[in-house]
């Protein structure tokens, strides 16, 4: 399994910004997808998940400001990001549960960067 993220870039504090990942290969497996990120000298922490079934949940800090979505017939997970702040500055990770496979898949990770 493969997970492909974009959507990172720069934004300014307020802005929106858009994330995707897009998972290819072996993916009949595939659960529960989330979103973590990294803070610059900080562990990576979990920002958002969702159920096959779309049930969402969100760290505190991001509840109100982050929605998640997925599209299972595109194998794609989506995180859309309003009223950004500083401290969601970080390099984003995609990861996925895979009950075939067994274990976890991660993406490559992209940079977030919320400027003032």
């Known amino acids: 399994v493969q997970l492909v993220e974009s959507g990172g870039g720069l934004v300014q504090v307020g802005g929106s910004l858009n994330l995707s990942c897009t998972a290819s290969?072996?993916?009949?497996?595939?659960?529960?997808m989330s979103w973590y990120r990294q803070p610059p000298g900080k562990q990576r922490d979990l920002v958002a998940a969702i159920s096959r079934a779309g049930k969402a949940d969100y760290a505190d800090s991001v509840k109100g400001r982050f929605t998640a979505s997925r599209d299972n017939a595109k194998s794609t997970l989506y995180l859309q990001m309003k009223n950004l702040k500083l401290e969601d500055t970080g390099v984003y990770y995609c990861?996925?549960?895979?009950?075939?496979?067994?274990?976890?898949?991660w993406g490559r990770g992209m940079q977030v960067t919320v400027s003032s």
């Open positions: 290969g072996t993916i009949r497996g595939i659960t529960r």
């Open positions: 990861n996925a549960d895979d009950v075939f496979l067994g274990g976890r898949h």
